[in-house]
């Protein structure tokens, strides 16, 4: 089955051609454009903005992203090959329909509707949330990866665990009461007049320290339950820069001692939910998890406890549309192109 799958919850347009061969998904092509330079001036993204950008890159995405698996790509926009590639190559079409930005997310959806419709294609509606766990699928062997297991969520917008019993069956077992991990580095990184999202600058500015006496609290790690609250946290940075001179090395340690906070109790939490539910896998995905500290921590740890870590390969972490076409190849079931509409609010059913 090949997949032509779109992504547009934000500010990246994705669409990604892929499919399963012998129990693996194969990449075949993935095109992602991002208006991540227009935000980055404004230091956060304004949905309008965002907007705009995804009608200005929705079908030449898709376009390249077609061409581009059958390797026919020359450079030129050749329509009527893109054309004969969807109308003959592709099985079915998967797209994001939340959650995620109102304007953002009704690009994609709009276009997979038309596009369904004009050439009788199913139209799989996926969960981006949930694709962020399953883009562990790309390039793994399928059964490499064993239910039951824990989901851990670590992206912009959302930090969230969750138990799997199979890709159509799971629960909700907590997630943030306020600020994703993500929306911390970059609340933090703003504080300090970092690039933004402020994620890759805080983790290699905290590569390079040592040690610190510098020390931010982990909120509610000692709470038993699933949940996490990071805004506290950039209170906590926000007051403790108020009273400091910064320098840079000063700057690095803020970073060092930030990126623990956070770390310790995303770990801790992560390991407890795969324990109290007997779980031996752990599937973690989100922009977060491109962290190298992050994967090394959480590997370590957890291997202590005799549990597996699958972390997804890191150009799959942050938004991206192969992620998307991964869960609907896992959990085929389309829906009428007139009974799909974005979901800006949509969490887990
Ligand atoms: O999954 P993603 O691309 O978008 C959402 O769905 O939100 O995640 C983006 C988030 C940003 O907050 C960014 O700062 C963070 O992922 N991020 C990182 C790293 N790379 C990206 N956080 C920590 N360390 C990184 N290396
Ligand atoms: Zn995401």
């Given amino acids: 089955m090949r997949i ?22 194969h990449v075949l092509s993935q095109i992602t454009a991002t208006s991540l330079s227009l935000h980055a001036a404004t230091g956060g993204i304004i949905p309008e903005n965002a907007a705009r950008m995804q009608v200005k890159f929705i079908m030449p995405t898709i376009i390249e992203a077609l061409l581009k698996s059958r390797k026919t790509e020359d450079g030129k926009k050749d329509w009527d090959t893109a054309r004969e590639i969807l109308d003959k190559e592709i099985d079915a079409i998967a797209v994001t329909y939340g959650p995620g930005l109102i304007g953002s997310l009704l690009v994609g959806v709009e276009t997979a509707k038309t596009l369904s419709f004009a050439f009788g294609k199913p139209l799989i509606p996926i969960n981006h949330l949930l694709a962020h766990i399953f883009a562990n699928y790309i390039n793994r062997k399928k059964d490499e990866i064993t239910f039951p297991f824990i989901g851990l969520i670590v992206s912009g917008g959302h930090t969230d665990l969750l138990f799997f019993k199979n890709p159509k069956d799971y629960r909700w077992l907590g997630g943030t009461r306020d600020d994703a991990a993500g929306e911390a580095f970059d609340k933090i990184g703003r504080l300090l007049n970092l690039s933004y999202p402020a994620g890759p600058e805080i983790e290699s500015r905290a590569s390079t320290v040592e040690k610190t006496t510098i020390k931010f609290h982990s909120p509610i790690i000692n709470e038993d339950n699933f949940d996490f609250s990071f805004s506290g946290l950039k209170t906590e940075v926000m007051r403790f820069v108020e009273k400091t ?63 597996e870590i699958l972390f997804t390969e890191k150009e799959y972490s942050t938004d991206n549309g ?28």
């Avoid at 623990?260 to 324990?275: E, G, Q």
């Avoid at 192969?322 to 059913?349: C, H, R, T």
């Fill in 4 to 25: 032509l799958a779109i992504e547009s919850s934000c500010d990246e347009t994705s669409a990604s051609v892929l499919e399963e061969v012998n129990q693996e998904i």
């Fill in 322 to 349: 192969a992620m998307i076409g991964a869960y609907a190849l896992q959990n085929i079931a389309p829906v009428d192109w007139k009974k799909v509409s974005a979901n800006p609010e949509l969490y887990f059913a």
């Fill in 245 to 307: 001179e910064l320098n840079e090395p000063l700057v690095n340690e803020i970073c060092f001692a930030t990126q623990k906070a956070i770390f310790d109790v995303l770990i801790k939490k992560t390991l407890a939910a795969a324990m109290k539910n007997k779980c031996k896998m752990i599937l973690v995905g989100g922009g977060v998890s491109a962290n190298g500290t992050f994967r090394h921590q959480l590997t370590s740890n957890a291997k202590q406890l005799e549990l």
